[in-house]
């Protein structure tokens, strides 16, 4: 359930004219290193073009997503940092949305589920 509080409930109400790009479950891997681009992502810039990227709270963010070997994608350049002061944890959910009409990207995490006394509990982040 969306809480109120803070600009967690402005950003996701504001969702509407914003199409997912891509969902990922993250690894241990994205959360250390680089964050790997899942293979169906859409909108995402060609070659190495720096991507404006709002997070939860309104705070900018760079990420480019440079082809790897293999051709595989990848968000760098201060995913790292934003891994860091976010924290997010292994099984959090990433969600990355492109505007076409704001020509921006926006990125918002979801809490994994966990049990508590027999009762699943979602906790969403308020970054």
């Known amino acids: 359930m969306m809480t ?3 600009n967690w409930w402005w950003l996701t109400s504001r969702m509407n004219g914003r199409e997912l790009s891509f969902k ?6 994205d959360l ?4 790997e681009i899942p293979n169906m992502a859409l909108h995402l ?6 991507m404006r ?5 309104g705070r900018l963010w760079h990420f480019k997503c440079p082809r790897r070997r293999g051709g595989r994608r990848c968000l760098t350049d201060q995913w790292r940092d934003f891994a ?6 292994k099984g959090d959910i ?4 492109f505007s076409a009409e704001e020509g921006e990207y926006f990125v918002e995490l979801e809490r994994r589920s966990i049990q508590l006394f027999g009762v699943t509990i979602c906790i969403e982040l308020g970054l």
Do not use: C, I, M
Request: hydrophobic share 20%; aromatic share 6%; net charge positive.
């Open 4 to 6: 109120s509080s803070g």
């Open 53 to 57: 990227v709002l997070d939860q709270n």
């Open 45 to 50: 810039p060609d070659g190495n073009q720096t």
């Open 24 to 29: 990922k479950k993250l690894s241990s891997t």
């Open 84 to 89: 860091s002061t976010v924290t997010p944890r």
């Open 94 to 97: 990433l969600r990355f949305y």
């Open 32 to 35: 250390t290193r680089n964050l």
